[in-house]
């Protein structure tokens, strides 16, 4: 398969959790997390404004309820680098 589309070199998330007991809601969660991603390929996650390792903040994606990018930025198409 052939994918073109660029890809992210920096996405930010809101994200809400709600943390339940007995199907009731006790908790909920908010953070901002993100993930770079480095020159030498490797993924950097930030949460709340701290690195931490990217398992931790994609732990967090993963469980949210709800999440919400805030922010992006894509690596360049060939077009766009040749220009």
Known sequence: MNDTAP???FRQWETITLDRM????VQTRCHT???FRSVSGGIIGIV????CPAARAVDILRSAETRTVTAEKLEPTPTEAAA
């Open 33 to 35: 997390v993100a993930l």
């Open 22 to 25: 007995d199907g009731a809601v």
């Open 7 to 9: 890809r992210a070199t």
């Open 48 to 51: 709340n404004g701290v690195i």
